[in-house]
Nanobody, 125 residues
Framework: QVQLVESGGGLVQPGGSLRLSCAAS????????MGWYRQAPGKQRELVAT???????NYADSVKGRFTISRDNAKNTVYLQMNSLKPEDTAVYYC???????????????????WGQGTPVTVSS
């Protein structure tokens, strides 16, 4: 079994900062790309940022220059540093990871897409 657990969301004033974390745990052989998505009320889920296992990054135009995605491969953890937050950044933020799963005895079963439970971010004065 694999779990993604997010933390770090909350309420922040416009212009403020938050740092989200997402840790993957369980029967993990390796973690490929990881990323953050968000879903605002009444809207579809959208990509925020992704990072490959080699740390190549990709950002939505709306967050470029304000958000930074990073990862700690030793901890199977991805981070999202969010600066200069705007009210339109308000959403539930979801962590995503492409994970290669193993059995308890070391057999590799293949890779699959996993999602966290989401952490809410509210930007408001």
């Amino acid at each position: 079994q694999v779990q993604l657990v997010e933390s770090g969301g909350g309420l922040v004033q416009p212009g403020g900062s938050l740092r989200l974390s997402c840790a993957a745990s369980g029967s993990i052989f390796s973690v490929n790309a990881m990323g953050w998505y968000r879903q605002a009320p009444g809207k579809q889920r959208e990509l925020v940022a992704t990072i490959t296992s080699g740390s190549a990054t990709n950002y939505a135009d709306s967050v470029k220059g304000r958000f930074t995605i990073s990862r700690d491969n030793a901890k199977n953890t991805v981070y999202l540093q969010m600066n200069s937050l705007k009210p339109e950044d308000t959403a539930v933020y979801y962590c995503n990871a492409d994970i290669v799963v193993t059995t308890g005895t070391g057999w590799v079963l293949g890779n699959a897409d996993y999602w966290g439970q989401g952490t809410p971010v509210t930007v408001s004065s």
